[in-house]
């Protein structure tokens, strides 16, 4: 290999004008955002002061994005920051129903200022000795809650569920053909996966990123749940089996994104086991429930996935982004991605380089995310979590028997929600006595479109 | 496509006990950060007090990784976050001297800080639109710094330059298959990609990744300064076509990782040209010499590129992560990525939906990384960046002088660096007056070894 020189790559100090400028700025700043958070939690403010893409671009009340030759002084600066929190949407606000993740938690908060602060990466851990370890920790923890056992058990923290799905059918496509790490798709069969019609598009985008094409994606059949009907994958497997195609990998989904489903697990699982296929469990979303022990049984199954996504942003609160691949064999991320750039793994180190766990990541730098989650975790212990999880349920529950009883509202499925989406049709007063048809059906889909928590808050 | 309901995912805010005191909990986080920023800066203090990994996990002074399953009491997570920062690495310290980003930059920090703050995602516009618009307003600026004409230029920010390495390939693959989104690379001939032996381990990565292999990655040789050899790039594709190979993607680097050397950029945009292949330059490193009026003829033909990876969290010191892929042709990322998932990206929206830029990217959950940047641009000007590099290299400069003038210093290569990379071994007495040989070369890895900078600077 190459030989190593010592290389100094010099840098500057940016510091400002001194300690006291410097202290006295940050104090400044940190004040603004103790007024928003403080704003944010209160029910009477506004989740967002909506502007069109053409008002904010024209400056609104002298708040420029254009980028200046000069600099501006620190003044302006400060006025710039309380402009963009102005202008920009509260998720941590009370009303605030937006997509899988809301809230904003103290602790999670303090966490991510500090990780700021410390302003280093995931590559080694001579550069990361503490959140090496951290990454460690809480990886171990989520396998032993998932119910793997001790020796098995490996994981990296990275950039949301998207990239961990992508790790999963990676990690699988090397798993069955370690050939295509240095040889390409040209060298191996004709892939196929399988995934549900209610699972994340995520899956069909890895497909496509990794070579294998969106519709050498399979997608099966749910039931009225959303919950893929496991006899419909076996079918999907045997045909694609007939066409010449090579199935490799399944997704079940624990936690659709718009019905909150688990697709059954032991189901799948046991199709997986008959025809050899990797089984990766997309618990981005439902993960979370995993941590009530009153709820964890719409996991069951869960530890005989090869390989689960889960991600602490979604379900237990954490700032984002905090995501997760979790892998049953220990070595295989570390096997699938590993490069052994010297300039950054040497395998000469003075201390055990299993912990540079840079190489098992597709990234090279990678942002540190496990702080917050950890920090959380002290704060609240597993049983915090729990309480949160199980009276979130509850509240969904709540709501869906309050739905349940109107005549103006119409639940899109049957029965108790199992996760906290509460699905619903607002029905107008001209809709109540229609019979089902597709033109009562577009009317809705217009109602609710106008309806969306988006409109409701910047309107109310 | 499947309809639209309206899903409330219902959260608990978890706020701690009233506003007092999570004011009070911020505040002496933030007296505990603003000590370790005071500390980092100080030349007297320590870079890192370093322990193995088996000290740190046994629980230094009380200091415990492990997960509780009660809560622990807000004192102990302050005193857990003092010993985070205690036992970690001050990358803002002076003399630090690791990897390619250092220095702690206030400005930059404070957007951090209040970018976690907002803790918000960059898919849509009605979840982000200051980010949004300022992410436009950034990417634009860094077009016209290429020299791309106005009506030129997309892009997108991601996490860690070889992400933006890898948007590279798969963007390149797509322009000239498009097919391979739909169909992968079994519908399409075997690939090949060029890039030097010099270059980031990142391109290679790409290429397993994506389903190409490894060794599809057709690796440059270099002249004594690192610099690819163009008339080899042209002689390497040739080779591969008359293999049967489809040549397809050409990297350049400017500013290569270990050596800091730029290769010939118009010399490769020609040979790009004559054979039709896709040109990436990789500025993450040395894209923050554009800034300069006075270094950027270092780049001179990068306008000539498709695509450039650029990392601002490089050389122009803004904290980890920010990182670009920008891409001259308009539209491609989106039609290369777009899979228009209906629960986020509804086409029906209520302004102009080409600001929901989710689905140009691979992830869907998108940290937001330009707040930081923007604010820095603001704090600084293009002429403070400016300055902040040509410093940067003036100290280069002034290290390779001194070093040169010493008997115990040897450098790398001849004449003056080009980036901030200065590259040198240590001569011991011993080895002074003895001549190249393989041996000795071992020797002084050896030497270069215990010199290197992480020992160096916890034995200070």
Known sequence: GMNRPLCAMLFLQFLLDGEEATKHFLQELVNILLAYINKSFKRSSKVLDFHYPHQLKEGLEGFSLELPDQPDNLEQLLVDCRDTLKYGVKTGHPRFFNQLSTGLDIIGLAGEWLTSTANTNMFTYEISPVFILMEEVVLRKMHSIIGWPEEDGDGIF?????????????????????????????????????????????IKKSAAVLGIGSENVI?????????????????????????????????????????????????????????????????????????????????????????????????????????????????LLQECNQLCAEYLFQPDKHYDVSYDTGDKSIQCGRHVDVFKLWLMWKAKGSEGFEAQINHCLENAEYLYYKLKRRADFQLVFKGKPEHSNVCFWYLPKRLQSTLPSPERDRELHMVSQEMKPFHFLINQ
């Open 158 to 202: 990275c950039p949301g569920g998207t990239m961990s799905n992508l790790y999963s059918v990676l990690l699988a496509r090397f798993h069955r053909f370690p050939v295509v790490k240095t040889h390409g798709m040209s060298a191996i069969p004709r892939l196929a996966l399988f995934t549900s019609v209610h699972s994340h598009y995520s």
């Open 219 to 331: 997608v099966v059949r749910c039931d009225e749940r959303g919950k893929m009907i496991s006899s419909e994958l076996n079918s999907s497997i045997e045909t694609a089996k007939s066409k010449g195609l090579v199935p490799f990998y399944v997704n079940a989904t624990a936690g659709t994104t718009v019905y909150g489903a688990f697709d059954p697990l032991n189901e799948i699982a046991d199709i997986c086991e008959h025809h050899g296929l990797w089984m990766h469990v997309d618990a981005a979303w439902g993960g979370g429930l995993l941590l009530s022990n009153k709820h964890r049984v719409k996991l069951q199954g869960i530890k005989r996935a090869h390989s689960v996504t889960w991600n602490p942003h979604k379900m237990m609160g954490v700032p984002l982004q905090c995501s997760t691949i979790l892998v049953k064999r220990k070595g």
